[in-house]
């Protein structure tokens, strides 16, 4: 059985920092490009970064460059995501995501992930 499950969100301040985790079910999770996803109150889901299956290249969105990172150990099957200078902006349902390649996951649209998380709410306060 193939499962993601995040962890780590939570309620914070403005400027505050969070990480998240993502647990893979599998090993098969080691060979994907993997990534996460956000869907803030009132808006659809938007891309927020991706990482490739061995780690060595990345994509972020703009609104998160410079204050998100993401990185990936592929013997513990998880992901993670380092959240720094949360803004109120950040307030989202944050999903973790994989896929079966580069082209179906690292689009600022969203391609047809082909595994999802049930998500863990990320909420900053002013």
């Known amino acids: 059985q193939v499962q993601l499950v995040e962890s780590g969100g939570g309620l914070v301040q403005a400027g505050d920092s969070l990480r998240l985790s993502c647990a893979a079910s599998?090993?098969?999770?080691?060979?994907?490009?993997m990534g996460w996803f956000r869907q803030a109150p009132g808006k659809e889901r938007e891309f927020v970064v991706a990482?490739?299956?061995?780690?060595?290249?990345?994509y972020y969105a703009d609104s998160v460059k410079g204050r998100f990172t993401i990185s990936r150990d592929s013997a513990k099957n998880a992901v993670y995501l380092q959240m720094n200078s949360l803004k109120p902006e950040d307030t989202a349902v944050y999903y973790c995501?994989?896929?079966?390649?580069?082209?179906?996951?690292?689009?600022?649209?969203?391609?047809?992930?082909?595994?999802w998380g049930k998500g863990t709410l990320v909420s900053v306060s002013s």
């Open positions: 995501a994989a896929a079966l390649s580069w082209e179906r996951i690292a689009t600022r649209e969203g391609g047809p992930v082909d595994y």
């Open positions: 990482i490739s299956w061995n780690g060595g290249t990345t």
């Open positions: 599998g090993s098969i999770f080691s060979k994907y490009p």
